[in-house]
């Protein structure tokens, strides 16, 4: 009796022991997890809380300077930016949106995804590319000059490109898919019979779109529309090159021109009430967004057109994908061809940029992805109530980075990646070995850390959303047959959520590689990627070299803009 009693407690205690140490498992990857999410938040607000420091620190003076010289003509140009090229994407979205959706027309089908390629040329591309075709000895005004029979610039010449109508046209022209593709999936997602029904009442096709259609499709346009002002906001290339002096490009020269580091985080903090009022907007927009119906019946059946109606319809849907994609993927593909052609070579300095483009990108899409999965798996998992909302209030915190400007973020991060520097030199030294310098200024460690900051929401979403579609059942049943959670993040959720990871690192290592106010502001000493050497040909007229670089990055940039218009082409069938 006592020998059984003795081996049942020998067994018994291997069982407890194991019990006691899944439970200290569980609760150290509990505690890790959340320590890192809140670090995580921390280091996206960190950018924020240095800028409003350093702009304190530069006195009255600089406040007054920059309110009599510069604020007034860059608050305005970037107002009235902002707002042309908000109505100009809206126009363009919303019109193309309803036409490939209401009405039927001859190469419909290849428009309704073709209207998405402008997202793979970034703006300062658009703005390169145009402004050699629009030059006044350039191919389109020499073509016109010969159809018209004049012979020099000074007979006939187009209105200068470099103006704040010709920032607008090309912004809007480029960033209008963003409206096109949240409205696009609205219109196609609205019942057939709601339409029907204004019809019945007697509302023509024209009154049933503005009463019944559009005000359903509001919140989808206002998703939108925010979105292409963040981008607006954040572009510094095409402003600089067309000559419209925005906060951006006077963040940008009052940094690296004037070394003036308090006036650019002074002028970073207006762009940040931009931003503030652009988020407040868009929620402002989406605050009814109960109009959108939830029971889908048959989708909107599209009017089949004929003759000169069709032809019309034909060339409006093509027309911003000419103007925003083809005419400038054209030009950078000749201008290459002929480069290549003319010197047989790219240049050395060419492909180191390409060989550090990939490289930085690699890495900042890792650290991104890894950071984006801790923190929605976190926040999925967190099981108290107060824990939960708290997890959940830090993944909406570290998915605000996307709203802050590229050279807003670079002002921000100065001051706490310096510190670090600084405070990682004394401690290298107090051990007796040489000063090691900038350790995270130098290695381009701060120029990933932007990346991540500015692109974790795109990963974040992303997983977030395929962790939805995984049944919270497997995982509890796997917690119930004695799996750690950290086992059920390796064996249940990673292999469930790679299609997500795949999206996610597809679109976060395209958008670093095109990212150019960030890599601009902090990049390492002789380290130059495509986008800043894109740049810097622009800045010294060569556009040879420079169509070379451009055209490497839209080509990068195509690759998820088709799987996205895949997407939607099976959504929309």
């Known amino acids: 009796m006592n020998t059984a009693s003795h081996a049942r407690g020998q067994i018994a205690a291997p069982s407890l022991a194991c019990r006691v140490a899944r439970v200290l498992s569980r609760t150290f990857a509990a505690r890790t997890g959340r320590a890192a999410t809140l670090f995580i938040a921390a280091s996206v607000l960190a950018p924020i809380a240095a800028l409003a420091w350093f702009a304190l620190q530069g006195g009255t003076d600089h406040w007054a300077h920059l309110f009599q010289f510069v604020l007034p003509t860059a608050f305005l140009n970037t107002v009235l930016l902002l707002t042309g090229t908000g109505v100009l994407v809206t126009c363009l979205g919303v019109g193309s949106a309803w036409l490939v959706t209401a009405f039927d027309f001859p190469s419909r089908q290849t428009a309704a995804w073709a209207l998405l390629l402008p997202l793979a040329v970034p703006t300062y591309i658009v703005a390169f590319a145009y402004l050699d075709i629009l030059h006044p000895i350039g191919p389109v005004q020499t073509l016109i000059r010969d159809v018209l029979g004049y012979t020099s610039p000074r007979q006939f010449r187009l209105p200068d490109l470099r103006s704040l109508p010709g920032a607008i046209f090309l912004l809007g022209f480029v960033l209008y898919p963003y409206v096109y593709l949240s409205t696009r999936v609205m219109f196609v997602t609205q019942s057939a019979s709601l339409l029907e029904a204004a019809r019945v009442l007697g509302e023509s096709s024209r009154s049933t779109f503005y009463r019944v259609a559009l005000p359903m499709a509001r919140p989808a346009i206002a998703v939108g529309v925010s979105l292409a002002l963040l981008e607006t906001l954040n572009d510094i290339g095409a402003s600089e090159f067309l000559g419209v002096q925005t906060l951006t490009v006077s963040v940008y020269t009052t940094w690296v021109t004037r070394s003036d580091l308090a006036g650019a985080a002074q002028i970073a903090l207006a762009m940040l009430a931009i931003v503030a009022v652009i988020i407040i907007a868009e929620r402002h927009g989406r605050r009814r967004q109960r109009f959108s119906g939830t029971q889908r019946s048959r989708v909107v059946r599209p009017t089949r057109l004929k003759g000169m109606h069709a032809l019309i319809a034909c060339a409006l849907a093509w027309f911003p994908v ?29 492909v180191r940029s390409a060989w550090n483009t ?3 990108a690699l890495i900042a899409t890792a650290v991104t992805l890894v950071c984006g999965l801790t923190v929605a798996w976190v926040a999925r998992t967190a099981r108290s109530g107060s824990t939960h909302n708290l997890m959940r209030a830090c993944a909406r915190v570290a998915s605000s980075g996307y709203a802050i400007p590229g050279t807003v973020l670079a002002i921000g991060l100065m001051t706490p990646i310096m510190l670090i520097d600084r405070l990682g030199s004394t401690v290298w030294q107090a051990f007796g070995y040489a000063d090691p310098g900038l350790i995270l200024m130098g290695t381009g460690t701060a120029l990933v850390c932007a990346y991540v900051i500015r692109f974790l929401a795109i990963s974040i979403g992303s997983i977030e959303a395929g962790l939805a579609r995984i049944p919270p059942s497997m995982e509890q049943a796997a917690r119930l047959l004695g799996e750690t959670p950290a086992g059920t993040l390796r064996r249940i959720h990673l292999p469930l959520l790679r299609p997500a990871l795949g999206a996610a690192a597809l679109l976060v290592f395209v958008d670093t590689m095109k990212e150019l106010p960030a890599t601009l502001m902090l990049r390492p000493v002789n380290f130059e990627t495509l986008a800043t050497w894109l740049y810097a040909e622009a800045a010294r007229g060569t556009y040879e070299e420079g169509a070379v670089a451009a055209l490497g990055i839209v080509l990068a940039g195509l690759l998820p803009v088709v799987l996205l218009a895949r997407t939607q082409f099976k959504l929309n069938h």
């Open 358 to 360: 990939v490289t930085i």
């Open 322 to 350: 000419i103007i925003g994609f083809v005419a400038p993927a054209v030009y950078l593909l000749n201008a290459s061809i002929k480069h290549l052609r003319d010197t047989g070579s790219v240049s050395d300095q060419l």
